[in-house]
């Protein structure tokens, strides 16, 4: 038998309406059967729940021990998923007005639900120019970025020329750390700001600079850091929150050019298959900009803001709460826009040469000799503590940025604290975990703290081999991204892509998560004993994420939940793991309703368009890690 819903449901009443007649009908956002029985309306005081959409000849990806072998799914009027079995068993309550969708052998999941990501700085970061995170000796930057300035010599000699994807440790050969003079070299008078890859670092020139008001007598800012020669003068290198001081003096782009971006951003996530997200890096004007976007029906996914809370910020708890709680008073707005959540930076990046995540033990030279630098806690233990506990009475969710064991440990002491047996917690996430101690993996569920992992990072690749493995020694570098060892631990999981950090490609994640391998490289898998099941990292990426939004409506495939799914062109429960990697969406449905099929000439577009936001952070890797901001 299926896995039913109780409640009035349409019988085979005549012919479906097949998805192809219906959009051409009705058009493709309208999935809504009219019409209720006079008489079922007056004995409930609402229409009877009808079965509008089916999905048959799937495979269908449940997510829970329950139905392992459906082949369909039953949606109702309400938005809810009705029944799921069989196609025999669901085509009999195909209705003379049912939307049939054909998955075509292809897999039917919940959508994807991205818990750590940045659309907002996606969209803005799509403006400017990309150096691609590429590895490249001074010569071949400094050659690209000539081209840069000579392909918009127009705007000399005043206007600012911006640049992502700039990859502070791919500089060849390797331990090259770039400064001013590189830029300075350039054939311009303009003011240059390279935008790191992990967005904890940016490269200027003198010029901008200057334009910010960085010298020799400026203070480095609480949680960043001016980077200084022997003399005490700038080098041009920003680390972490010093990078505020050149952001906030760049003229901004033009209100429709941030338009534009911003509708190309909605279309790339609706053809990726997210159906939720966390942006993790928000502020007032994030939720302003989401609230516009919700209401224009571009975003009809459920968000989660982060809320920033900055380091002065977090020393003072009071102010801290009260600042969040005029947000949520003010910004009462659509139930889509969920603010449940303040984000906070424990620490920075593991990777040469920034080594400002927060390590229990020093890191190494690159020789392997030991050091006494152990990174940057941006945070003390005692003020996150304090925060927290002043967060967590008021009900907020805390979501804190720790890629080394320390600032993991900080995070995990804060939120034990809070936990009591028996009492339902905020679900506090630790996120990205690129490196956690062995004592701490069985304290996560000890503390019911979710784990939220980017684990597209966990993979060999040439920035590992440099810009982690000799600083840490042969111990810490097996132990990266425990993923297995934390699930073993009773540690929930959930998945983010971290977009525009790296490129948006939740299959990516999901296959990266269970084979730990980069297919362009001949190489071992990194940490094969740490690698997930194909199951672990398919929840991981639904359910798991879903718990952490505090979404319980959503995340699996049974009756009850909301139908927020997508429909694949493959079965990703059966293909080999490397051809999950190139798995395409071809229905995304949020609600019961399809917002988006890649066959219509409107999600043909859309898919273009998300092809080319979506490789925003090509070629990122391990380590490369959280956007501070935009």
Known sequence: ???????????????????????????????????????????????????????????????????????????????????????????????????????????????????????????????????????????????????????????????????????????????????????????????????????????????????????????????????????????????????????????????????????????????????SFLDAASGEDTVTTYADLIEKGLLPQRITPALLIDADLAKKPRAAAEYLRDIRRRFAGPDTLRLTTAKVFLDGVMEFPAQTAALLTPYLDAEGRPTDHRGDLHVSERDYRALVRALDADGWQTHAHAIGDRAVRTALNAYEAVARPGRRGRRHTVTHLELVHPDDYRRFARAGVVASMQLQWAMPSVFTRDSLRPYLGPERYARLYPARSLARAGAWLAGGSDWPVDPLLPFTQIATAIDRSNPEENQPPLNAAEALTRTQSLVMHTAGAAHQLHDSGSGTVRPGQRADLIVLDRDVTKVPVKEIRATAVRYTLISGRVVHDADSETGQARAEVGRRMGVLGAGRTPGDSCCRGH
């Open 1 to 275: 038998m299926p896995d039913v819903h109780d409640g009035p449901l349409d019988g085979p009443a005549g012919g479906p309406l097949h998805r192809r007649t219906f959009l051409a009908a009705a058009g493709a956002g309208a999935l809504a059967v009219a019409g209720a029985g006079t008489a079922a309306r007056a004995a409930t005081g609402r229409p009877p729940v009808q079965v509008t959409t089916v999905v048959l000849n799937a495979r269908v990806f449940t997510g829970t021990h329950a139905g392992a072998s459906a082949q369909a799914a039953a949606i109702g009027s309400d938005g809810k998923i009705l029944a799921v079995g069989s196609d025999a068993e669901i085509r009999r309550r195909i209705g003379r007005r049912t939307v049939v969708v054909d998955a075509d052998g292809g897999t039917v999941m919940p959508g994807i639900q991205d818990g750590h990501m940045h659309p907002l700085g996606a969209a803005i970061q799509s403006l400017n120019p990309s150096l691609r995170n590429e590895a490249v000796t001074v010569p071949q930057l400094r050659a690209r970025l000539q081209e840069m300035v000579d392909a918009t010599a127009a705007q000399e000699p005043d206007g600012w020329l911006q640049v992502t994807d700039w990859n502070p440790a791919g500089l060849l050969p390797a331990g090259t750390v770039a400064d001013k003079q590189l830029l300075d070299s350039l054939n311009t008078r303009r003011p240059i700001y390279l935008q790191g890859s992990d967005f904890h670092n940016s490269l200027l020139n003198s010029r901008a600079l200057a334009l910010a008001g960085v010298d020799r007598t400026t203070a480095d800012p609480a949680g960043g850091q001016i980077v200084r020669d022997a003399a005490g003068e700038p080098t041009g290198l920003l680390k972490d929150d010093a990078q505020g001081l050149v952001s906030r003096v760049i003229p901004p782009p033009s209100p429709d050019r941030v338009e534009a971006a911003h509708a190309r951003m909605a279309g790339a996530l609706l053809a990726a298959g997210i159906t």
